[in-house]
């Protein structure tokens, strides 16, 4: 088809960061893919859009990612409104953590670094403890979606003891590579130029509060102003949801916080245990997320409703008031499902077009050797900010580059890091992204504001691990 299959998530993107108009600029990328996909007939267009919309749902992985979001939405709720977060503030505080700009950043990018088990429960994490420090300290929440972002899939792939391990273990295991893969993985982390770019970075801003462009006018407008959301902005989660306050008689204690959080994490490893059949490296992450979640919300029903000395033998909430509760936090999220929704739909109507393949294909193999693993880490960028999906550009990126490696006597883990960083730049940076997503809805920040605020600083390091990748296709 050429160059017009680039058109349905290029028209998204730049419409979305244009327009600010989100949901409407994904719908007409999608028109514009299944228009494309049917012959050019608009009309039959506008039915395959709607057949693709449901076909998201045909994908178990897509399903459990779309659950995921709502049971968030009522977690979320249930820990503000046991006066949990509340409780952990003030424990915080007293101990001097959150307490100036430099230690609320830190604090994010803390929590942010210490669970690599998966993206979405990173960039939820990172949120839900920090958010209420950033509020308190007029810091913006572009700035906290930042870090939400740039701690999840840049830490997951640098730590890979998770299902992104996992998969592109089962990438090289497609390309017949077995014995050596893990050492393979292992020497390409080396070479993730871009992963530990974002996060060397992200800790640089957190302890020197440095910054510019976007984000530096967000911090400026939130310390002069005390406005943490740009004015006419529109949260990725309801204000109903950021805002709710404790119960009356909650004692805010921190347990209420901690003990669902770490519920949460905990079940994924026994997620990923269990789905891979002993093997955390072989589990599901979108089944292990949803069980996680999942657990935490029931965890969290059965600890508000038991009856405690401290409240005279009440329950801090009854079990009516936490699927209440419940209910509304997952209601305050239907925005971000129904982004998702429509980003998974455009991601598919990419790949029916063969768009990967045609992005490659305008490069081929010519020019000088050296300059390869650059170009493999460009075209990575490209394809996974298009196509919002950074395990989409591993696989259409390792069976061409670790050939090329072989057959031009390049560097094995300098070519596979160079696949890694170009697919993890388009889980941090592009907005079609469910991490983006996911970190926008967590920071409770208006999505786009996110994307164009953290857009420069991701530019930057792209830029950086481009030169970085020259230099060692030169040197190795």
């Not at 990173?122 to 950033?134: D, Y």
């Not at 970075?201 to 740009?230: D, Y």
Request: proline share 5%.
């Amino acid at each position: 088809m050429g160059w017009i299959v680039l058109l349905p998530p290029i028209v998204a993107i730049v419409l979305a960061l244009w327009t600010r108009q989100v949901y409407l600029s994904l719908i007409a990328g999608l028109l514009i893919g299944t228009t494309i996909l049917v012959g050019g007939n608009p009309i039959l267009g506008l039915r395959e859009l709607t057949d693709q919309l449901v076909a998201v749902f045909s994908d178990p992985g897509n399903t459990r990612v779309v659950f995921f979001c709502l049971l968030v939405g009522g977690l979320i709720a249930l820990v503000q409104v046991s006066g949990g977060v509340q409780g952990f503030i003030e424990w915080a505080q007293n101990r001097g953590w959150g307490t100036t700009r430099r230690g609320a950043e830190l604090l994010a990018w803390g929590v942010g670094m210490a669970i690599f088990v998966e993206s979405s429960i990173t960039s939820l994490t990172v949120g839900a403890v920090s958010r209420p420090f950033f509020d308190k300290l007029n810091l913006p929440r572009e700035k906290l979606a930042y870090y939400c972002d740039a701690t999840s899939a840049p830490v997951c792939m640098s730590i890979p003891l998770n299902g992104w391990g996992a998969y592109v273990l089962g990438l090289l295991a497609a390309q017949g590579i077995t014995e050596g893969a893990v050492s393979l993985l292992v020497g390409a982390l080396l070479f993730n130029f871009f992963s530990l770019g974002a996060i060397v970075f992200s800790l640089f801003l957190a302890i020197t509060g440095a910054g510019f462009g976007p984000m530096r006018r967000a911090e400026e407008r939130a310390t002069e102003t005390g406005q943490v959301t740009r004015p006419g902005s529109r949260p990725m989660i309801s204000e109903e949801v950021a805002d709710i306050q404790p119960v009356e008689h909650s004692k805010r204690q921190i347990r209420d916080l901690l003990i669902p959080i770490l519920v949460m994490v905990l079940m994924i490893f026994v997620g990923l245990y269990v789905t891979g059949g002993g093997n955390l490296m072989e589990g599901s992450g979108s089944t292990s997320v949803l069980w996680s979640v999942g657990t935490s919300v029931l965890v969290a029903m059965v600890l508000y409703a038991i009856p405690r000395r401290v409240l005279d033998g009440r329950p801090l909430l009854t079990p009516s008031d936490t699927v209440d509760w419940v209910l509304r936090g997952s209601a305050g999220l239907i925005g971000v499902t129904l982004l998702i929704v429509l980003a998974f739909a455009l991601g598919q109507v990419s790949r029916e077009l063969d768009m990967g393949s045609y992005v490659v294909s305008l490069v081929g193999t010519g020019g000088p050797i050296w300059w390869i693993p650059a170009v493999i880490f460009a075209i990575g960028c490209f394809v996974s900010f298009t196509l919002g999906s950074s395990w989409t550009a591993f696989a259409i990126l390792i069976p061409i580059a670790l050939p090329l490696a072989q057959g031009l006597e390049i560097s094995a883990p300098l070519m596979l890091g160079a696949v890694l960083s170009g697919g993890v730049y388009g889980d941090h940076a592009s907005p079609l992204s469910d991490t983006s997503i996911i970190s926008s809805m967590s920071a409770a920040c208006d999505h786009v504001d996110h994307v164009n605020t953290q857009l420069p600083y991701t530019l930057a390091l792209a830029i950086g691990a481009f030169l970085l990748f020259v230099v060692a296709g030169i040197i190795t």
